[in-house]
């Protein structure tokens, strides 16, 4: 059946310091969609892209996803602590699954 | 406010009890959903109904059993209760189906029920 997996799973980084998740998936996806879910709360929206190699900017956030429309990947410029939690890819294949998630922790 | 409103937020209950978690939105969508996240994180749906008709069941046991009278609620009533039901379970709601890509608009989910049954 269709996977999302979602790498590194855990991921430290000094506070200023640069961060990126990246999400494979086993089947072609329509869309991907990111999430971020704080530490006690719950996922909350944060992008879609739909075209194949389609980059999205929020603020220090950038988001691509792959020409092959299989993989993904969020990167996080100069790290604040309010960047922790965790991230989620979900995309839509054959269903719309979500990611197995990267917890991120910024040490101040 | 809109949202998605889920309750209760805690449910601390023993094995084999019967419990209910409700689920409300107000943003007008087509389509809402059960999510269970276990203690790794995993996001895994469970059901998912639109305009009251159930498109999505998972594999989820058949204590567990979703109602949605109206297209504004999906409860969700669980039999049986077993340890490895704890877990926090998500509602979830979108503008499409799970199976669509009117689900573009991304879900907005509940804040979630931390299920622990003893």
């Known amino acids: 059946g269709q996977q999302v997996m979602q790498i590194p799973q855990y991921q430290h980084v000094q506070e200023g310091e640069d961060f990126t998740t990246y999400c494979n998936s086993s089947?072609?996806?329509?869309?991907i969609q990111w999430y971020k879910q704080r530490p006690g709360g719950h996922p909350v929206f944060l992008i879609q892209?739909?075209?194949?190699?389609e980059v999205k900017k929020q603020k220090r956030l950038t988001f691509q996803f792959g020409e092959a429309k299989k993989n993904s990947s969020l990167h996080i410029t100069a790290t604040q602590t309010t960047d922790v939690g965790t991230y989620f890819c979900?995309?839509?294949?054959?269903?719309?699954?979500f990611g197995t998630g990267t917890s991120l922790t910024v040490i101040p | 406010d809109t949202a998605v409103s889920q309750t209760p937020k805690y449910l601390v209950t023993q094995m084999g009890n019967d419990k209910s978690i409700k689920c409300e939105q107000n943003?007008?969508?087509?389509?809402m959903y059960w999510y269970k996240q276990d203690s790794k994180k995993f996001l895994k749906i469970m059901f998912s109904?639109?305009?009251?008709?159930?498109?999505i069941n998972e594999t989820v046991p058949n204590r567990f059993s979703p109602k949605s009278p109206d297209k504004a609620h999906l409860n969700l009533h669980i039999n049986s209760l077993e340890l490895g039901d704890s877990a926090v379970y998500f509602c979830?709601?979108?503008?499409?189906?799970?199976?669509?890509?009117?689900?573009?608009?991304?879900?907005?989910f509940g804040s979630g029920t931390r299920l622990t049954v003893v």
């Open positions: 943003l007008g969508h087509d389509t």
């Open positions: 089947t072609t996806l329509s869309n």
């Open positions: 979900a995309g839509l294949g054959n269903q719309f699954y």
């Open positions: 892209l739909v075209k194949s190699g």
């Open positions: 109904y639109n305009n009251k008709e159930l498109i």
């Open positions: 979830a709601s979108s503008q499409g189906t799970g199976r669509s890509l009117l689900a573009n608009y991304g879900y907005t």
